[in-house]
């Protein structure tokens, strides 16, 4: 007889190793803790919770600190088990106590804040396309700086600003001298320098057309106009490639500037928006060599491949590694170099 209960005492039995530490009642079964059964009813559950919530409740227990951390542990268990499907997941931490790292993530889970799905969507859209709005100003106006301090391009900015007569007001001043003030005469020199410096950069942005990243920002480009428009766009491309497939695959129509320019891209993998960040000669220079037929393009694509062998061969860190490899090789550590 000892015997058999000796051998049946871990199967019914409760493994303290069973319990964790920081979730549900911690290292206390909470069954234990409302002294249920864990075949115990709600309504039983409910009945022993009330019975010892009244003993231990603060009010009853002033200044017991004891009293106050019981129940504590009571509303613990009792919010552990009133629920079933959080019943269901204790239950399965007592069968499974070496699913640890399961047993956290369901917990947590379950106490994590329940928010909207959408409304999550809708704020990272909104906060990626203010980043990316704010992002391509920012990098259009270095652009617009720096395009400012070139020669060419402001002594041009200037001569148009002469023509114009823009720096004939000198500012709110009006180039009217000095003003009262012992200073005033170089706040007067200051402010007239703003002011043409100002006009000088409307008149290099008013005339820059400047290509890729550094283009002037449009609301076109930001992620939630793009998300709108994109159903309409993926049907324009559709019906332009069902176009593109009967005139010039079924009915073998002479392709046209617009089908040149999509094979070329096509050949040169490129997206549509890398593409359109090409140079206008560069793309010009493509058409001249026909780069939309197949032939024209392998060639192409060779000399390209042979300039940059050379350009490798002719690199001095490549040739100084070369030389390094050939006299120590592979496999071996040295700080010679």
């Given at each position: 007889?000892?015997?058999?209960?000796?051998?049946?005492?871990?199967?019914?039995?409760?493994?303290?190793?069973?319990?964790?530490?920081?979730?549900?009642?911690?290292?206390?079964?909470?069954?234990d803790?409302?002294?249920?059964?864990r075949?115990?009813?709600p309504?039983?559950?409910?009945?022993?919770?009330?019975?010892l919530?009244?003993?231990?409740?603060?009010?009853?227990?002033?200044?017991?600190?004891?009293?106050?951390?019981?129940?504590?542990?009571?509303?613990?268990?009792?919010?552990?088990?009133?629920?079933?499907?959080?019943?269901?997941?204790?239950?399965?931490?007592?069968?499974?106590?070496?699913?640890?790292?399961?047993?956290?993530?369901?917990?947590?889970?379950?106490?994590?804040?329940?928010?909207?799905?959408?409304?999550?969507?809708?704020?990272?859209?909104?906060?990626?396309?203010?980043?990316?709005?704010?992002a391509?100003?920012?990098?259009?106006?270095?652009?617009i700086?720096?395009?400012?301090?070139?020669?060419?391009?402001?002594?041009?900015?200037?001569?148009?600003?002469?023509?114009?007569?823009?720096?004939?007001?000198?500012?709110?001043?009006g180039?009217?001298?000095?003003?009262?003030?012992?200073?005033?005469?170089?706040?007067?020199?200051?402010?007239?320098?703003?002011?043409?410096?100002?006009?000088?950069?409307?008149?290099?942005?008013?005339?820059?057309?400047?290509?890729?990243g550094?283009?002037?920002?449009?609301?076109?480009?930001?992620?939630?106009?793009?998300?709108?428009?994109?159903?309409?766009?993926?049907?324009l491309?559709?019906?332009?490639?069902?176009?593109?497939?009967?005139?010039?695959?079924?009915?073998?129509?002479?392709?046209?500037?617009?089908?040149?320019?999509?094979?070329?891209?096509?050949?040169?993998?490129?997206?549509?928006?890398?593409?359109?960040?090409?140079?206008?000669?560069?793309?010009?220079?493509?058409?001249?060599?026909?780069?939309?037929?197949?032939?024209n393009?392998?060639?192409?694509?060779?000399?390209?491949?042979?300039?940059?062998?050379?350009?490798?061969a002719?690199?001095?860190?490549?040739?100084?590694y070369?030389?390094?490899?050939?006299?120590?090789?592979?496999?071996?550590?040295?700080?010679?170099?």
């Open positions: 007889m000892l015997l058999v209960y000796t051998l049946l005492l871990p199967i019914f039995a409760q493994p303290s190793w069973a319990l964790i530490e920081g979730i549900y009642c911690g290292l206390e079964n909470c069954y803790v409302l002294g249920v059964s075949d115990a009813t309504r039983e559950i409910q009945k022993a919770y009330r019975k919530a009244r003993t231990y409740h603060p009010d009853s227990n002033p200044g017991d600190k004891d009293a106050h951390s019981k129940f504590i542990q009571l509303a613990t268990a009792y919010e552990t088990l009133k629920d079933e499907d959080a019943r269901n997941e204790y239950n399965s931490m007592l069968d499974n106590p070496d699913q640890i790292y399961r047993h956290y993530y369901r917990y947590y889970r379950r106490r994590a804040p329940n928010v909207d799905v959408r409304i999550v969507l809708f704020v990272t859209i909104s906060v990626i396309s203010a980043i990316q709005y704010y391509s100003w920012y990098r259009y106006n270095e652009a700086s720096y395009l400012v301090t070139v020669g060419k391009y402001r002594n041009k900015a200037i001569e148009i600003a002469q023509e114009r007569g823009l720096f004939d007001g000198g500012g709110k001043s180039g009217k001298g000095k003003s009262k003030g012992g200073g005033g005469s170089r706040e007067v020199k200051e402010e007239i320098k703003s002011f043409k410096e100002a006009v000088i950069r409307d008149i290099v942005a008013e005339n820059m057309d400047i290509q890729g550094y283009s002037k920002p449009s609301m076109y480009n930001i992620l939630w106009v793009q998300l709108f428009v994109w159903p309409y766009n993926q049907l491309n559709l019906k332009w490639l069902t176009l593109y497939f009967v005139n010039h695959t079924i009915l073998k129509k002479p392709l046209g500037r617009e089908q040149k320019l999509y094979k070329i891209r096509k050949n040169l993998k490129l997206s549509e928006s890398q593409f359109n960040y090409l140079e206008p000669h560069q793309i010009n220079e493509y058409l001249d060599m026909k780069l939309w037929e197949k032939d393009f392998e060639e192409y694509k060779k000399e390209k491949e042979e300039e940059q062998k050379l350009a490798m002719n690199n001095a860190k490549l040739k100084k070369r030389r390094w490899m050939k006299n120590h090789g592979a496999g071996r550590m040295t700080f010679e170099d």
